[in-house]
């Protein structure tokens, strides 16, 4: 079984940072993507950032230039630095993960259980 452990959420400031850290466990073969998502009430979950095991990024309009996303291959972490945070950007940050976990696996997608991130103004 997988599991995606996140940390890092809290409370900042307007124009604040956060990172953001999720590590993967478990029976795991091949990381195929992880990457970020976020829901704030009322609103539907949406994609934050994305990264492939090759490296390629992928974007929300709404956070390039000031998200950047990362990934330790080796340590099966995925992270999410943060800056000039907006108190639009509040919401719960899920780690998502696209992962075979034999080789001759399909992939699924593996969900973490999410992380508060609250920006005041």
């Known amino acids: 079984q997988v599991q995606l452990v996140e940390s890092g959420g809290g409370l900042v400031q307007a124009g604040g940072s956060l990172r953001l850290s999720c590590k993967a466990s478990?029976?795991?073969?091949?990381?195929?993507?992880m990457g970020w998502y976020r829901q704030s009430p009322g609103k539907q979950r949406e994609l934050v950032a994305t990264?492939?095991?090759?490296?390629?990024?992928n974007y929300a309009d709404s956070v390039k230039g000031r998200f950047t996303i990362s990934r330790d291959n080796a340590k099966s972490t995925v992270y999410l630095q943060m800056n000039s945070l907006k108190p639009e950007d509040t919401a719960v940050f899920y780690c998502?993960?696209?992962?075979?976990?034999?080789?001759?696996?399909?992939?699924?997608?593996?969900w973490g259980q999410g992380t508060q991130v609250t920006v005041s103004s």
């Open positions: 998502n993960a696209d992962i075979k976990e034999y080789y001759w696996s399909s992939t699924r997608t593996y």
């Open positions: 478990g029976t795991i073969s091949v990381i195929v993507s």
């Open positions: 990264i492939t095991s090759g490296g390629s990024t």
